[in-house]
């Protein structure tokens, strides 16, 4: 247990604690190879589902990634709050509510439902917007820029396709623009594990817009599903080892 108050000596000790707690360079905890080893099992589980069609392997094996994540926020220890992690105090309650949200997202787009689902990934937009924008501090106009960019050239081939779901499509697209943005200022402000924020939040943005136009545009045929769910966990584990590893 730490002493309530710390002494210098005591406080570079906690320093020194803090480096190796779970998720944090250091001397490596045991479970978070474990929780690594689940969300690449989860990965590789569900890529040998859709190779041999069996859905009943996709549909188990693909909450197993989120799952990882969120065990891995929850367990770790943000250095300015204490021992465990705390909901009300710092950026890691955004992010498990996030990794809730996208869990719930999964399975609800695994299923058919694609209204909720798209609801369920628009809150974990705004959700890991807060949570950057916690982080960040600052507004970063010019970052939005080249987004706004991408965002125009993304609805621009989508548009004519989408028919009565402009509305939450479109929607969707401002709120991932944003979620972006704030992941860049962060970059922009901080440095160091922010810029996997800003990469994971890009690769998400891609994610996002591959789904679109499979499901409006083109289906894409062959590895169109991996390639979707393969930028998607890999945006997820970036976005949320930025925070974990930052606080």
Known sequence: ??????????????????????????????????????????????????????????????????????????????RAHGTSFNLTRSPHAALFA???????????????????????????????????????????????????????????????????MLAPVACYMVVSLVMAWRAAAWAEARGRWAWLAAIGAVIFMLSDSIIAINRFVNDLEGGGAAIIMLTYWAAQALMTASLVLEY
């Open 98 to 164: 996030c990794l809730c949200f996208g869990l719930l997202g999964d399975m609800l787009l695994e299923t058919g439902y694609f209204i909720p689902g798209l609801i369920c990934f628009l809150i974990g937009h705004l959700l890991y917007a807060t949570a950057f924008t916690m982080a960040a501090g600052n507004v970063a106009p010019l970052q939005i820029i080249p987004l706004l960019l991408f965002g125009a050239m993304v609805c621009g081939l989508m548009i004519p396709h989408l028919g009565d």
């Open 1 to 78: 247990d730490r002493a309530p108050l710390l002494t210098p000596v005591a406080e570079g000790a906690h320093e020194s604690s803090a480096s190796s707690s779970l998720g944090r360079p250091g001397k490596q905890d045991p479970r978070v190879v474990m929780l690594l080893l689940l969300y690449l099992g989860g990965i590789a589980a569900y890529m040998v589902g859709l190779a041999a069609d069996q859905s009943w392997l996709t549909l188990c094996s693909k909450p197993l990634p989120l799952m990882a994540l969120i065990m891995w926020t929850g367990n770790s220890r943000p």
